[in-house]
């Protein structure tokens, strides 16, 4: 496949599509009234909701409490900035048709104000009310501008005069001077001001936006002793605006963020070269449409209809705040402040012994297939993985896929040695990747000038698949090795997300991933898979193959059950048919860890599906799936993708069986069962959207999945020394 696939008619995209039609869009709202389902963005915002608890939760570690709460933040912008923005976009489109939960565009807005409205006032009561105090109690003070004593206040005018003061530009908004282009959820301060000379003339007004490499949380002399203090860039910047206009008063300072909408619009068809294209559109997201606006309590009314007008933004799209804003910048506390105390305790993830050293990790796979549970268990395997097929002078070829990764990936590094050793190197990076767009293109530029054959996604899919293939002369023939993963190839990400990894040399896994990379590289309109699920070819059909068959199994009275853990669940014929098998009798267990849009326990449609989600230390990233009955033998399997359209039909996704008997009971006797016995950090979906603290019973102890895990992967590996 040429690197513009654009230019093909015949790309895999068009068969792939073909391979698997995707249900009609309508049929969920042509059956039975009974069928309930939630809606896909008020989930979404119960989820976040969920991340708000962990910052308001005492028994967390106070710094961790304050990441959370950065956290929330952050997962709102993202929020903001695609889905709101895809809302509105409807709504202005003149679009009616409403989701599968019934609601159209203009009501799900209506109701997703109503709920971020609720979420921010419990955001600033626990910032306010929980988070600061006890940060005092901890000597962490924050500062606001009337709060300063004069040694500190003279400290802050002297930083604003050396360190904010020149890279500031004040831009004056009159018939002469346009209302400026404020770039997506940069922090800018209106000021309001009159000119005492023209008294007659009122209601000036002026921008300040503030470039992002100002830090926007400021310590207040950081070589003194005692007390930390803190005080926000915003703060200082009202302090100080009358610095900025002499001979005028100042009337009023106030924060205020945009934010807009950030999605690509990219008609890939049309598009010569993906790359520049994307380029061009990441420039053009600076001038997205405005779908937020986020100000300080207290500006007059003059002035924030002029901000509402120019944004050309309805007043039901803003949000009045006590300040201060953004507080996602919170996270860089995190770092600042060197206190273990305050934070969960340390965790080194475990190398698994078997797997040291790093040169014997194909012997390693050769005399076993391999699973790894990240955090608890290392992320280096994988990394030495790639790292040694690049120095082995046996391995012929690796081909790889890159859709999140970090800004110093050993992975990249590693396929750049490896071509300049002069072997044959492919990697499928995705430039599409959400917000990873720059990261890549500049990632994918490196491996390009390093002799990488680099393909650049296909044409109408995302590649999210998790795929890591190393093909190695062993005696007179070659043999194939991958990576499997239901993570990206992050090692930064990996300390954090629980995710996954399977290494395997048997041969009817590895012919399968690399028939995969053929078709994504080359030209294959239909091709065959057995014992991988791969989307968009066989994927959705076979999960809904796999859950009528435990319904079937049920009505035969035979043990049905399934157990599945994912990130999101929003896929409406996959949900109509957990439905039929739980109405069939078969007991249905789901981790849902964000967006659920399957109504639990209505009696006689859902009464046997239980869902749960949880949100901890760690962020739950892995997908897992057990089917019990599946042809007399139960079926596990694992991979990248959620139980989504958008997985299902939209993106290049792969799960991959779990055969080993022993890797299979680490999954059935201790990774689902785990799951479901915590009682600290899991919450129960209930009929209402209500999500719970699960029950405990008299006497029974408080119980972690998480430090579970942590202590479990410690054991193991000090049981195969």
């Known amino acids: 496949m040429a690197k513009r696939l654009s230019r093909s008619k015949q790309s895999p995209a068009a068969a792939t599509v073909e391979a698997a039609p995707r249900p009609p869009a309508a049929a969920a709202h042509r059956r039975s009234p009974r069928v309930a389902y939630f809606n896909r963005e008020l989930s979404w915002l119960a989820f976040n909701r969920r991340v708000l608890e962990q910052a308001e939760k005492p028994d967390n570690p106070l710094l961790e409490r304050v990441k959370f709460l950065a956290i929330f933040s952050s997962n709102l912008d993202e929020f903001f900035e695609i889905r709101v923005a895809g809302l509105i976009q409807q709504v202005e489109s003149g679009v009616t048709e409403p989701s599968i939960d019934g609601l159209g565009p203009r009501e799900q807005l209506r109701r997703i104000h109503s709920v971020v409205a609720s979420l921010l006032a419990d955001q600033q009561r626990c910032w306010h009310g929980q988070l600061m105090p006890a940060l005092a109690e901890a000597n962490i003070h924050f500062r606001t501008a009337d709060q300063l004593n004069p040694s500190e206040l003279n400290w802050v005018r002297t930083y604003f005069r050396e360190q904010v003061y020149p890279v500031l530009t004040p831009l004056a908004v009159d018939q002469a001077h346009p209302f400026p282009q404020l770039g997506n959820k940069t922090l800018s301060v209106v000021v309001s001001l009159d000119n005492p000379e023209t008294p007659d003339v009122t209601g000036f007004m002026a921008i300040l936006p503030v470039p992002r490499i100002l830090p926007r949380l400021v310590n207040i002399e950081p070589a003194g002793h005692g007390p930390q203090r803190y005080i926000f860039l915003s703060e200082i910047i009202k302090l100080c605006a009358s610095e900025l206009f002499p001979g005028y008063r100042i009337n009023g300072a106030h924060a205020f963020r945009v934010t807009r909408n950030s999605d690509l619009y990219i008609d890939e068809e049309e598009a010569e070269n993906l790359l520049k294209k994307i380029e061009e559109e990441l420039r053009n997201l600076r001038r997205g449409a405005a779908v937020r606006l986020e100000i300080e309590e207290g500006v007059d009314d003059r002035t924030f209809t002029a901000l509402c007008d120019h944004l050309a933004l309805s007043h039901e799209y803003v949000f009045r705040l006590p300040g201060p804003l953004n507080l996602m910048r919170l996270m860089s506390l995190y770092d ?52 040694q097929a690049a ?34 190197v492919t990697a499928l990076v995705e430039l599409k990747a959400r917000f990873d767009e720059a990261n890549n293109i500049q990632w994918a530029r490196q491996l390009e000038e390093a002799g990488v054959h680099v393909v650049y996604g296909v044409v109408g899919l995302k590649i999210h698949c998790k795929c890591s293939l190393v093909v190695r002369r062993e005696g007179t023939g070659l043999r194939h090795y991958v990576h499997l993963g239901t993570g990206n190839y992050n090692q930064r990400t990996a300390r954090a997300y629980t995710d996954l990894s399977f290494f395997t040399c048997k041969d009817h896994i590895t012919r399968e991933v690399a028939c995969l990379f053929n078709s994504l590289t080359g030209f294959s309109r239909s091709p065959d898979f057995t014992h991988l699920l791969v989307a968009p070819f066989n994927l959705h059909p076979r999960i809904q193959e796999l859950i009528g068959r435990e319904a079937d199994q049920a009505r035969a009275g035979r043990p049905a059950r399934i157990l599945a853990k994912m990130n999101n669940l929003v896929d409406g014929a996959t949900i109509d048919n957990l439905y039929a098998a739980s109405q069939a009798g078969v007991r249905i267990d789901l981790i849902v860890r964000g967006t659920c849009g399957l109504v639990p326990g209505v009696p006689g449609l859902s009464e046997h599906i239980r869902v749960r989600s949880t949100v901890g230390r760690y962020l739950e990233h892995a997908r897992v799936f057990y089917f019990e009955n599946h042809g007399g033998e139960s079926l596990v399997l694992a991979g990248s993708a959620d139980w989504m359209p958008r997985n299902f039909f939209r993106r290049v996704e792969v799960l991959f069986p779990i055969e080993a008997a022993d890797l299979r009971r680490r999954v059935l006797d201790e990774l689902f069962p785990m799951e479901f016995q915590d009682n600290e950090n899991a919450r129960e979906l209930h009929v209402n959207g209500a999500y719970l603290p699960v029950v405990r019973s008299d006497g029974e102890p408080s119980f972690c999945a998480q430090d579970y895990f942590m202590a479990a992967a410690a054991t193991r590996a000090h049981a195969s020394e």
């Open 391 to 424: 120095r082995d002078p046996d391995v012929f070829a690796m081909k790889q896929t890159l859709y999140r990764t970090s800004g110093d990936s050993p992975i990249v590094r590693a396929l750049i040695e490896a071509s300049q050793n002069g072997k044959q």
């Open 336 to 387: 600042l402040i060197n206190r273990p105390e305050l934070k969960f305790p340390a965790f080194t993830p475990v190398h698994p012994p078997n797997l040291l050293p790093p040169e014997r990790i194909f012997a390693a796979i050769r005399e076993q297939d391999i699973l790894l549970h990240h955090p608890y268990e290392s992320f280096v395997p994988v990394v030495d993985f790639v790292e």
